[in-house]
Structures are given as C-alpha cells and as structure tokens.
C-alpha cells in the first residue's frame, strides 16, 4: 500500500523528539471535527474505526461485511469499552499524512469527516513526533517484508532478489516490494517485474505459474498460500524491512487512547489478538510494547 511510503509510531519519549520540529497545530477547527470523546462514546453505544479497504488479509469487505484481522481488533476493542464496533472501509492515500489528515484528525477538504479510531497505523518514533494533533498507541502485530516463491522452482533454496534480473516476480503496484525491485531490476531486466492491484492478485498469478515469486507484506503472502509455494525472508538491504502496527487518534481524546491500548494489551496477554491472526491463516509475532 503506498501508505507505508511514510512510517509512523506511538507515542514517543519526549527525548526521542528532541530536535523534529511538529506539524502546525489545529486552529479554527470546532471540537466536532475531531471526532469523539471517550464519554461520548460509551453514551452514544458505538465506536467507530477507520480500516482500509481491499486491504486482506487485514480488512475487506465480504457479502457486504466487513472482515479481517483489523476487524477483530476493533471488535476486541469494542468489547472492552462495552460498545458496538462500527467499521468505516476507506481507501489509502498516495501518503499515511493524507490519511492521517483525512480519517483522524481533521476530515477532507470535501464533506470530510473524522473517525473515532484509526486501525492498521504503521509505528515509527521519528514521525509520530512530527504530529502534535496524533496519538499513536495500542501496538497490535509486526508486518515483515518477504518473498514467497514457488518451491518446485527454488528446491535448493530461497530465492535472493539478484535472481528477479531473470526470473518473473509479482508486486503490488506503488508498494515498497514495487519500488524495491524496480530498483534491482532496473534496464534490461525491468519486464521481469509484474504489476498487480494487490498483494493476492499477485498470489493468485503465482499459483497459475505466470510468474516464480511474490514479494510483499509477510501477512498478506500468507494469507494467500497456496500448495507448493514457500515463503522466506532474505536479506533485502532497506533501511526498514519490518515494522510494527497500532492504532492512530486524535490527540484530543488520549484518554480513549489509553482505553484502546489497555484493551489491546489484555488480548495481547490473553491469545485473543494471536487467534485473530491465525484465524486469517497468518502466523503471529508478538510485538514490542
């Protein structure tokens, strides 16, 4: 998703923002805007969370639900706070301070309007610090950058990205895997890259043989699987090749922020968060917290 072209975190340590200068501040901007406030929320009996769409195995919609592993986090959140979850599908920006700006703490510039919680938020100190108006919290899961490949192929081995140059490898378009690869495929070799809308299009082209390897997100490979295809995670040389994943809300409200953690924290301790991932056929890395 191109959202992870901007990498965001939790709440940093105010040493760790020594030296980044904030966003500017809201101004003019009535608290109806914001969204709503942790007594609202149990008043009004709902919460609502804004998850991406087309986005499985995390979020989408199936028979005009919506399901995913985000969607049992809210679920579980919901449950903690005594309210119905309610699930806002919205669509990725070209960047995560778009949808930042458009979902949590203003709305866009045309009938915009903000959501209680914002799931799947990308974690990263240095950019939380640049948002005065955000509180990043409730750490949930890992997502790690890896290649799946079909095995019969590669029976040695896991194939390294220097073999692309020759063998045909699938991506989602405007993802890292994208930009990645089309930078070790660069010249002659650039047709060995093949584009699709998502990361399970491009599964579903590996498993008909049309291309020998997939690389994206670990989760979404996984949830895609199909027999004879492997997944491993070679050494990619990015700056980040794994990170971690959590909630993002309007700082006004950071009392439902630590709600929203406290209840992420007892599923976390419970295995109600690692059931949520294997229900949706992804292996489960406990997170840093």
Known sequence: MAFLGGMVGAIPAFAACEGVAPEQKLQNTSPQDIGRDLDRIATDGYIEFAVYDDYAPWSFENAGKAEGIDIEIGKIIAGALGVEPRFRLVSAGETLDADLRNYVYKGAVVNGRVSDVMLHVPYDVDYACRFDQVVFT????????????????????????AV?????????????????????????SADKVHRYRNTALAMKALADHEVMAVMGPRAELEAALAPGIDIHEPPLGLPRSKWAIGVALSMQHRRLGYAVDDAIAAALEDGRIAKAFA?????FTPPTR
Do not use: C, L, Q
């Open 164 to 188: 692309f140059r020759y063998d045909p490898i699938g991506v989602e378009n405007d993802s890292i895997s994208d930009f990645y690869m089309t930078d070790v495929t660069r010249g002659p």
């Open 279 to 283: 229900d949706y056929g992804v292996g």
């Open 138 to 161: 409730g750490i949930y899961g890992e997502e790690h950058i890896a290649i799946a490949y079909d095995a019969a192929s590669y029976p040695d081995k896991g194939p390294s990205p």
